[in-house]
């Protein structure tokens, strides 16, 4: 089993920043592929960014329209991983999710249900 506890939402201005931390436990960090999604009121969830596994060399991946704003990372010494987010637009706004997965193919890493742990969520409001 994997415990995962998001933090780091808030309200912040158009052009802001916020990161967000993903907190995670239970089994070897390390060796979990790691990705964050979110949702919007009445719509679905969707793909935001993910980052491989260290054995995988940690590999990168976003959403087009995060792509130079986002960027996820992972400490591995702390069973931690962000999301630094900048520039940030109304259309950003949602509750954010944190999730994990093994034995991911890449192809795959946008489809939530390869991930088989979740966080509770944390809300982002981008609003002036």
């Known amino acids: 089993q994997v415990q995962l506890v998001e933090s780091g939402g808030g309200l912040v201005q158009p052009g802001g920043s916020l990161r967000l931390s993903c907190a995670a436990s239970g089994r070897t960090f390390s060796t979990l592929s790691m990705g964050w999604f979110r949702q919007a009121p009445g719509k679905e969830r969707e793909f935001v960014a993910h980052?491989?596994?260290?054995?995988?060399?940690?590999?990168?991946h976003y959403r087009d329209s995060v792509k130079g704003r986002f960027t996820i990372s992972r400490d591995n010494a702390k069973n931690t991983v962000y999301l630094q987010m900048n520039s940030l637009e109304g259309e950003d706004t949602a509750v954010y999710y944190c999730?994990?997965?093994?034995?991911?193919?890449?192809?795959?890493?946008?489809?939530?249900?390869?991930?088989?742990?979740w966080g509770q969520g944390t809300q982002v409001t981008v609003s002036s």
């Open positions: 980052i491989r596994s260290r054995s995988s060399g940690s590999s990168t």
């Open positions: 999730a994990a997965g093994t034995g991911m193919i890449l192809r795959s890493i946008s489809n939530p249900a390869q991930y088989g742990y």
